[in-house]
């Protein structure tokens, strides 16, 4: 061989080596990449075992540059998917049951009505003479039972004393509760259950009204908790569109359990269409219930007055509205009496519900608000918490008077 032939064998060997070394080098790099769940045809990159904690955690984008630089240059690597948002399920309130609320809120009426209590200690005294029997009746005047209601339990618990020569606490109490009970239940057959049966395909609808402050968005949101445990759907309706927070009260109560709440984005907008609205949603939405809230005004004002009748008139385009209910603070006594025959006059009130009977002994207002209206006590209210609504039960009534 001459020089020219050796220094080409030399060559072909020289390159023969380093196309080894290159193919070694690279071979490191790759690995046969796993299928992936499922088998679909996309390929992902294996994840070393030193990197298996953040298997779960989507990598961030600088280690997965990192991971691409080191580990893989000559695959094209897939982008990394983005880190799955997390997801906000809001937990909703789930209402009391209304057979457990009830024994709850009956415990809480006991403690805070000194009505009972101070008619046993009146009617246990030694002598139950004239002075005696002026001061039972002054007592249930001051509890609002009214004067002619205060006359005939009077009259008739002081013939039953003195004809049975009552003496002993436990029968004149037994005397008492039956007198009472007479009188919150006089057996004229007043329905106390919520008019919310419902043909198919149209909600029933209960417009909600009163004067402010006595608690009628409470209500309305406490009423909703009240169906929605007894697995009713129910839309809210804030045809109060008079206060501007109004409607962001009720969406609060609504948001809280899942109840959609129809409003207006304009404050003194017409509430006659919001009203219509939401039984309008009710419907398409197929609602069992659908829950009006009213503004609340004052009652002399008439003009004012005269929209809420143009309310339940708009809204009963859609069918009759099943329930109205007049929401009264039972701690305003007369003035709740006054309240009650102006609304009476307006819309056709089938249901009251008093509220606040929470610390105060003014429950007397139950008799005098049925008798003036001849509309029974539907629902009543003891105390600020969502679940402090509960039907009202005269028997129950009765009984937390006198414990
Ligand atoms: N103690 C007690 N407070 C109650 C009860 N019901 C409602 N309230 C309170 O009464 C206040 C007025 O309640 P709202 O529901 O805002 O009254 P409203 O009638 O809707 O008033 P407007 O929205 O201004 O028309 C609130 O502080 C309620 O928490 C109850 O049964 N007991």
């Known amino acids: 061989m001459d020089t020219v032939q050796w220094i080409i064998l030399i060559a072909i060997v020289a390159l023969a080596g380093l196309g080894g070394t290159i193919g070694l080098v690279a071979g490191r790099g790759r690995k046969e990449p796993p299928l992936p769940p499922g088998g679909a045809g996309t390929t992902t990159l294996e994840r070393p075992g030193d990197d298996a904690e953040v298997l779960d955690a989507p990598p961030t984008a600088e280690k997965s540059a990192e991971k691409t630089a080191t580990t893989a240059p000559t695959v094209e690597v897939e982008p990394q998917p983005e880190p799955e948002p997390e997801l906000l399920v809001p937990t909703l309130d789930r209402p009391e049951a209304p057979r457990s609320r009830l024994v709850r809120l009956r415990e809480r009426l006991a403690r805070s009505n000194a009505l009972g209590r101070g008619l046993l200690e009146l009617l246990s005294r030694d002598k139950l003479d004239a002075d005696t029997w002026d001061e039972i009746e002054e007592t249930l005047l001051l509890a609002d039972l009214g ?61 909600v009204v009163g004067v402010n402050g006595t608690g009628k968005t409470t209500t309305v949101g406490k009423l909703a908790r009240v169906l929605v445990a007894e ?173």
């Open 231 to 403: 697995d009713k759907d129910v839309v809210l309706g804030a045809a109060d569109t008079f206060r501007a927070a109004a409607a962001d009260q009720l969406q609060t109560w609504g948001d809280r359990i899942g109840v959609p709440t129809i409003r207006s984005d304009r404050d003194g907008a017409d509430p006659a269409s919001v009203g219509f609205d939401a039984v309008k949603y009710g419907i398409e939405a197929e609602a069992d219930v659908v829950i009006i809230d009213t503004a609340g005004r004052l009652q002399n004002k008439v003009g004012l007055m005269d929209e809420l009748g143009k309310v339940k008139r708009v809204v009963e385009k859609h069918g009759p509205v099943n329930e109205v209910l007049l929401v009264l603070d039972a701690t305003t006594g007369q003035n709740g009496m006054q309240q009650a025959k102006v609304f009476s006059e307006v819309v056709n009130i089938t249901g009251i519900v008093l509220t606040k009977l929470d610390g105060t002994a003014k429950g007397g207002i139950v008799v005098a608000v049925q008798r003036s209206l001849g509309v029974p006590v539907k629902l009543i209210g003891l105390g600020e918490g969502p679940d402090d609504l509960a039907p009202f039960d005269p028997d129950a009534f009765v009984d937390a008077l006198l414990a």
């Open 147 to 207: 004067v002619d209601p205060t006359t005939e339990l009077v009259d008739r618990l002081r013939e039953r004393v003195s004809v049975l020569g009552v003496r002993d606490t436990e029968q004149v109490r037994e005397l008492l509760r039956e007198e009472l009970k007479k009188i919150i239940d006089p057996g004229e057959g007043l329905d106390r259950s919520l008019a919310i049966d419902h043909e198919p395909g149209r909600p029933a609808v209960v417009m």
